[in-house]
């Protein structure tokens, strides 16, 4: 079954695109806090790449794998949201 370990988890952001580090003892992922995703008024995009799309920036994080057991995400430096 596949699970996000401890520290890859927190139901306050949506988490995505985890992927191995390169030496095999880190989940490197990009986490976002939600938000509502559109202001009240604007219209919806009707197309991807659509001028009126929201833009969405994410940081990354790593978490240790620690065998399942997870740990405290830290941010990487460098790989800020800009937006």
Do not use: C
Request: hydrophobic share 35%; glycine share 12%; charged share 20%.
């Amino acid at each position: 079954m596949l699970r996000p370990p401890p520290g890859a988890d927190d139901p306050r952001f949506v988490q995505m695109g985890a992927v191995w580090s390169p030496d095999g003892r880190y989940l490197v992922f990009a986490p976002r806090a939600g938000h509502r995703p559109q202001s009240a008024g604007v219209p919806l995009a009707k197309f991807a790449n659509d001028p009126g799309e929201l833009q969405i920036a994410y940081d990354l994080y790593r978490v240790p794998f620690r065998n399942g057991e997870g740990g405290t995400p830290e941010p990487i430096a460098g790989a800020r949201a800009t937006a």
